[in-house]
């Protein structure tokens, strides 16, 4: 019998947590996958096209700002909701200016993620009250960005967050399908943009930019 119900993925590293969010959801919604990061939310939602996925900032491989980005550029009707620890209104500026619907913080209730979902699915957005709406607002009108002047290109990030992660030039390069030597000029570029001296200097970025949680 088929399931006609909205299809939800949801993308997070903690089990636990994403098997709760799983339980909330799935008595209303169908829950076709949960997946641990970014890389395999893009080929999970690729062969199961949600209508909707919950995913956290802070996953290994793959952040979720970026892998939102690049769910949005393949498939606009795509709707995300964002279920993160960030309070920072300018990361849910930055979630909202990639194409989010919804951003939820885990410090909420368990029935604000249901009403999220339900929200973004009838074409609404939602805000969790404990961010500002009047700032995060603000800084999408301004145009601020919440990157710095500096731009690195999205190829450049994915290698610069399994940098951050301590992955090796071999490793990256077996997770991108790169050529080693592509992956360390990727590196160089990075730091010559950055002017980062050292690898340190790279984690520091990365930590800044929500690509790696502080753990």
Do not use: W
């Not at 980005?69 to 795509?78: F, P, S």
């Not at 200016?97 to 368990?110: D, F, H, M, N, T």
């Not at 800084?139 to 290109?153: F, M, V």
Request: aromatic letters at 4%; proline letters at 3%.
């Amino acid at each position: 019998m088929m399931d006609h119900r909205t299809r939800v993925i949801i993308a997070d590293d903690h089990k636990l947590l994403a098997e709760a969010c799983k339980n909330l959801l799935e008595p209303e919604f169908n829950v076709v996958a949960l997946v641990c990061d970014g890389r395999e939310l893009l080929k999970a939602a690729s062969e199961l096209r949600p209508d909707v996925v919950v995913l956290d900032i802070s996953m290994p491989q793959l952040n979720g700002l970026d892998a939102g980005g690049m769910l949005k550029d393949r498939n606009r009707a795509i709707k995300l909701v964002y279920l993160t620890m960030s309070l920072g209104a300018d990361v849910a500026a930055e979630a909202f200016r990639r194409g989010a619907s919804g951003y939820v913080l885990k410090q909420c209730s368990a029935e604000e993620l249901q009403v999220a979902v339900r929200r973004v699915v009838r074409g609404e957005s939602y805000l969790s009250p404990l961010i500002t709406r009047d700032t995060v607002e603000f800084l999408l009108r301004s145009g601020a960005t919440y990157h710095e002047e500096k731009h690195i290109s999205s190829r450049q990030r994915e290698v610069l967050q399994l940098l951050a992660e301590g992955k090796s030039m071999k490793e990256i390069a077996c997770i991108l399908q790169l050529r080693p030597g592509t992956v360390a000029f990727h590196k160089y570029r990075i730091m010559d943009i950055l002017g980062a001296r050292n690898s340190a200097s790279l984690i520091e970025y990365a930590l800044r930019h929500h690509m790696i949680s502080p753990q």
